[in-house]
């Protein structure tokens, strides 16, 4: 992929870890929209594969290296003359009780999930000003609100800093006519929650968890994907700053009032 003139629609927007789960539904919506897709990704070499064979630009990155952050804006700046759309999905957590607090698993999380949305929205930035109406969704998690889940803390730690960030960006690009919204979804059915389970313990954990929601029923990556296409879209033009809750109205958190 060499030119610009590979793309044939005026939008573009840039997915990070879109190659697997919740971020993949992401870019497959967006690509059904009309969007030029990026996607940085850290592994999954196959599944990008299959996203350059569908005209998505793929560039490996871990988002929590700065530097690396540098050289993927760099290529997709030779491709991309602005950014309407940058999704922060890149994300990685570990099971960690506090008292059994592991400084190298929280580390990582840190500047995966947090420091990685920072760097990829600062370093991303001067193409979502290029934008007459950028849009950047953060994706969050129903744990950086208040999560009952055991071992959570820390991981819920670096979710409530990516809704702060939200809202304070939000106040500081809104200057710009960039608006910034993050979606916190709960436990949605993808390999990382599912990984290498038999179909039985598969069927276990939903039924566990739609035990946990008023609307007893588990979430898809697609219910998230819509969301973002939404909030990424004209229609939501007049909002900004907001944290939208997608986990079936869990019981056993402190994210609704039910």
Same mark, same amino acid.
């Given at each position: 992929m060499s030119s610009q003139s590979y793309f044939k629609s005026v939008m573009y927007a840039l997915v990070t870890g879109g190659t697997r789960g919740i971020g993949r539904a992401i870019t497959e919506a967006l690509l059904k929209e009309g969007y030029n897709v990026a996607v940085l990704y850290h592994g999954s070499e196959d599944k990008a594969k299959e996203l350059r064979e569908k005209g998505v630009l793929t560039v490996r990155c871990d988002v929590g290296d700065r530097n690396q952050v540098k050289k993927a804006k760099e290529e997709i700046s030779n491709h991309f003359p602005r950014l309407d759309v940058l999704v922060n999905n890149a994300g990685i957590w570990y099971l960690m009780p506090f008292e059994q607090f592991d400084e190298e698993k929280y580390e990582r999380m840190l500047r995966v999930n947090l420091n990685g949305t920072i760097y990829v929205t600062y370093e991303f930035l001067s193409l979502l000003k290029k934008s007459s109406a950028a849009s950047i969704i953060n994706i969050a998690s129903n744990a950086g609100i208040g999560t009952a889940a055991e071992g959570t803390t820390f991981y819920a730690i670096t979710k409530a800093g990516i809704i702060i960030l939200t809202r304070r960006l939000a106040f500081e690009l809104g200057k710009y006519g960039i608006r910034v919204n993050a979606v916190a979804p709960g436990w949605i059915e993808t390999d990382m929650t599912l990984g290498n389970k038999s179909d039985e313990e598969k069927e276990k954990l939903r039924e566990i968890f739609r035990n946990k929601t008023v609307l007893h029923t588990t979430g898809k990556p697609e219910d998230i994907a819509n969301i973002v296409v939404f909030l990424a879209s004209e229609k939501a033009r007049y909002i900004t700053g907001q944290? $939208?809750?997608?986990?079936?109205?869990? $019981?056993?958190?402190?994210?609704?009032?039910?």
């Open positions: 944290v $939208i809750v997608a986990d079936g109205g869990r $019981i056993d958190n402190l994210t609704h009032s039910v």
